[in-house]
């Protein structure tokens, strides 16, 4: 099983939930939110074998980290794996927001050009901007919406383009996000945590904790919790081949 989105660097102590996940044998895809935050997550992926490090440029850093998009380009072919990009319309984004399109808008080019890269995609309350944007960009046939808040027409439209939807725990927990994940296709779902910053029972969530989003699925689908699992590790494999 993957935790498909999860910030591993930012754990308190990221080598010991490193060394777990070697333990366990969970992979996890260690999203990062800036491009200089790079050398140091790439890093704990170094001599363990469940982690893959994704190349990031958080919505919520568009603003201030703007000059690093050249940073970003220049790591790009080091990695399959971009994220967490995409766009964030809450109100105390608000001012970034011209910033925020020209970076996901430059990430999406840099990416479409180099071909066979998997995006993990944050667009809350933008998952219109989202969809508006990733039309831009149709040589993008890998993107992993994260956490997904929008609508049903805005996951109607997701779908439609053959997005993927990494769900975990936290957004399982609420009957909202329990519906819209009715809605998608079993063929499209993986499972993240979104830890550290996502929470439950008042701690953050690691990676192995993706079984709860097994448990979760196992039954809105009413299966049972091998057959989910079974479902979404055929998924993963399926992303996963070139
Ligand atoms: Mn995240």
């Known amino acids: ?15 010991a939930v490193a060394d777990e996940l070697e333990r366990r044998r969970v992979g996890v895809l260690s999203v990062t939110t800036t491009p200089s935050a790079w050398a140091g997550t790439t890093r704990l992926a170094k001599g363990r074998s469940m982690i893959r490090t994704a190349l ?5 850093l568009a603003g201030a980290r703007y000059r690093e998009l050249e940073l970003f380009d220049r790591l790009l072919p080091e990695t399959r794996f971009v994220g967490e990009v995409g766009l964030d ?25 180099a071909r066979g890269k998997i995006l993990s995609v944050h667009s809350r309350r933008a998952a219109t901007q989202v969809m508006d944007c990733l039309d831009r960009h149709p040589g993008l ?31 399982l927990a609420g009957a909202r996000g329990r519906s819209l994940v009715s809605e998608i296709a079993t063929d499209r779902l993986l499972v993240e945590t979104d830890g550290p910053f996502a929470q439950k029972d008042h701690r953050p969530l690691r990676p192995w904790d993706v079984t709860d989003a097994i448990d979760c699925l196992a039954d809105l689908w009413e299966t049972t919790r091998q057959r989910a699992a079974q479902v979404v590790r055929a998924n993963e494999a399926a992303l996963l081949t070139p």
């Open 141 to 171: 046939d890998k993107i992993i919406l994260h956490w997904f808040s929008g609508t049903k027409p805005e996951l109607r439209r997701a779908v439609e383009r053959g997005c993927w939807f990494s769900v975990g725990p936290a957004m």
């Open 1 to 15: 099983m993957i935790d498909f989105h999860c910030h591993l660097d930012l754990f308190p102590n990221p080598k």
């Open 56 to 60: 990031g440029f958080h919505p919520e």
């Open 89 to 113: 319309g809450s109100p105390q984004q608000r001012s970034s927001w011209e910033s925020q399109i020209l970076v996901f808008d430059h990430v999406l080019t840099s990416c479409e050009q």
